[in-house]
């Protein structure tokens, strides 16, 4: 866009919804054809992460997922609400960051998230694994004790 090469400090500055033309009218940027996104898909997108929070808040009241879990899902759903209703912001963190094109820059923060998560659920099985070696440990201590407690009454 011509309106923003005019701007010395153009990567410090962040537009959001509006961006001015080379003639000094302010289009939507979702309306820039091609540029960013359309507004169909903005609306589809947001419905869509809005029934995953009802289902998301489902899980969590059926106890199928505990809270614990369910908080990254929603901070996720979160910052892709917020970067659909402000398309402007992943173009201008694409440019800081020095990617060429926003998806690509969108692709790698979703990869990022996943590496994130995959590295934390690891993390927890790990856990897990280790508890229920433990248990295991104590429970064949507890039969252990038990056989033999019940083989010196058997010889009482």
Not at 44 to 49: F, G, K, N, R
Not at 51 to 58: D, K
Not at 125 to 152: A, M, R, Y
Request: with cysteine; charged share 20%.
């Amino acid at each position: 866009m011509k309106g923003r090469e005019a701007y010395p400090l153009y990567p410090l500055k962040i537009y959001l919804l509006y961006d001015k033309s080379e003639f000094g009218n302010y289009y939507r940027m979702s309306e820039i054809r091609g540029r960013i996104m359309n507004i169909k898909t903005q609306i589809v997108v947001a419905v869509i992460v809005i029934l995953a929070f009802f289902y998301l808040g489902a899980m969590v009241r059926k106890n199928k997922i505990e809270i614990k879990y369910a908080l990254p899902w929603g901070f996720m759903g979160c910052v892709i609400l917020i970067l659909d209703f402000f398309p402007g912001i992943i173009e201008e963190m694409a440019k800081i960051s020095g990617v060429g094109v926003p998806i690509n820059f969108i692709f790698f923060l979703g990869f990022c998230f996943l590496l994130a998560l995959t590295f934390t659920l690891s993390v927890l099985v790990s856990d897990l694994s280790q508890k229920t070696k433990t248990l295991t440990q104590k429970i064949g201590i507890l039969e252990e004790k038990l056989e033999s407690k019940e083989k010196t009454e058997k010889h009482d």
